[in-house]
């Protein structure tokens, strides 16, 4: 394997070993485990479910994979804090939302080649990108995955779904 | 610059990134503030800027950049839970021991060429490595940045100190 490939494969495989971590939290729980804070007055499991969901379809056009496939989460999920409503989608809703979006952002992973992960993505101009070409799409993936990592550790400070 | 510095470079730029949020939660905190747990009955600050140190520390041998610095450190932070002890090194001490092993890290990330990320990293044998050859030096960083963010995003729980 040349470096750039592997390169490329290793941040690929950090994405899908911490969405691995991600799933087991929020996969299979029950619509009152979801509801569950991560912390006394903060997030509930179920706002961080939706919130990635959000953030990780918004990675499709980003990253010049296809358009986005559920903008209507952004309301609930992403513009607005958790406002401990309960008109927020079911568990059952929420896990096909999260496969629909993931599968498509995997599909589209599995058609880059390095030099595309090392392209600008659409939220930067040319210039923009010829002035900061570490701006690129892996930088995208690297940062969502961070991301992720970040609530995962929050999601942690609740005990496991039995 | 070429497919495989591009990538090398944006991943060394988003442990950076996540390095500065990191510095932002932990250095400046008085020793009352670092005491503070990131929920009720859950780690302190102080036990997660020890735990981070501890783990970058190793770091350097797992990158082949050079000896453990602070291996006393795992004793306290690493191979034991948050005891809610206050023998605990001091903000100062802690801070001191941040920059010298970030120092050194970032001195060895600088002088990795791409291909140098790609290589094994001191725990996997070379027929390990034959079998897994994404198990690299990347792997690590990668791995280390996320685990890094998971414990920033547990930490954002807290009120930012004053």
Not at 74 to 88: I, S, V
Not at 109 to 132: C, G, I, K, L
Not at 141 to 146: E, I, M, P, Q, S
């Amino acid at each position: 394997m040349l470096p750039d490939q592997s390169l490329a494969a290793t941040a690929v495989h950090a994405w899908t070993l911490n969405l691995a971590r991600a799933e087991k939290v929020f996969l299979g729980r029950s619509d009152e485990a979801l509801r569950e804070p991560i912390a006394p007055g903060k997030n509930r499991l179920v706002y961080l479910f939706g919130h990635l969901i959000a953030v990780h379809d918004g990675m499709l056009p980003l990253l010049g994979i296809g358009p986005r496939q559920h903008p209507e989460l952004d309301a609930l999920f992403l513009t607005e804090a958790d406002r401990n409503t309960t008109a927020l989608p079911s568990a059952t809703e929420l896990t096909a939302l999260w496969r629909d979006v993931h599968g498509e952002l995997k599909a589209g992973f599995d058609s880059f080649s390095p030099a595309d992960w090392t392209a600008r993505h659409t939220a930067m101009t040319d210039d923009e990108f010829a002035a900061n070409p570490l701006r690129n799409r892996l930088a995208v993936l690297l940062n969502r995955t961070a991301h992720m990592a970040y609530h995962v550790g929050q999601c942690a400070l609740v005990a496991p779904s039995e």
